[in-house]
């Protein structure tokens, strides 16, 4: 039966004293340890998906349904891996996904009150900039109504948008009658002192929507007095509108 060396495991005849690769001495009457039969590398046990998942939704930190599924995942992956017995791994990353989605769910109430302060300001900043919009069309269309007035002279003034946009006088998006949340409207044209051509008309806008794409409404006709209405009437803006600082 062969024996080995107790100290570098090299293969020894039973009557070597001395080991014949590292030179060590196999004591009088002692049988050299034969070396440990080998043992199969344990592989490295693979990544939970769960946990892999958990942290790839937690990274979308400001979307709360994500948020949600990243704890559940976090949580499945924790009970998975504990259970495998060494077989799955991926502790750090359950972990990391749990923490983002936790902190997720506790930006919720921040970003509650973010929005509730920001909207309403933005929606505020929309309105005037379409009321300030409105102003400047009702201005464009009195300038077009004069020009067409002086190039038509036997008809005077037009109450139709497609008259003046075809006279390159207003741009189409205005032609069509609505333009930045507000409603254009050009009616009333009629004859003057002495019967021809038309001598007036009225031109008024009001929101699309009310308090949302505007407030107020805003008219004027052939004097070029821009008026307005609080309340958002074009109507009674034409009856009795306020004049326009």
Known sequence: MSTFCATCGNAMNPDDKFCRICGAQCAPGLTAVAPAPFAAPVPPGKTSVKAILS?????????????????????????????????????????????????GIAAIPVILIIAAIAIPNLLRAKMAANESSAVASIRTINTAEISYSTSHSGTGFTCS???????????????????????????ACAPG???????SYHVSAH?????????????????SVIKVDAGGSAQNCLDHGTPLN
């Open 207 to 223: 929101p699309a929507v009310a308090n949302q794409s505007g407030v107020r409404a805003f008219c004027s006709d052939e004097s």
């Open 161 to 187: 948008l497609s008259d003046l946009a075809g006279g390159q006088l207003i741009d189409s998006t205005l032609a069509r009658g609505q333009k930045y949340g507000y409603v254009f409207e050009l009616a």
């Open 193 to 199: 002192p002495d019967g021809g051509a038309n001598g």
């Open 55 to 103: 942290l790839v939704f937690g990274l979308f930190i400001f979307f709360f349904p994500f948020s949600i599924v990243a704890i559940i995942l976090g949580h499945l992956s924790f009970s998975e891996i504990k259970k495998s017995a060494g077989r799955l791994t991926g502790n750090g990353l359950a972990i990391a996904g749990l923490v983002l989605g936790y902190a």
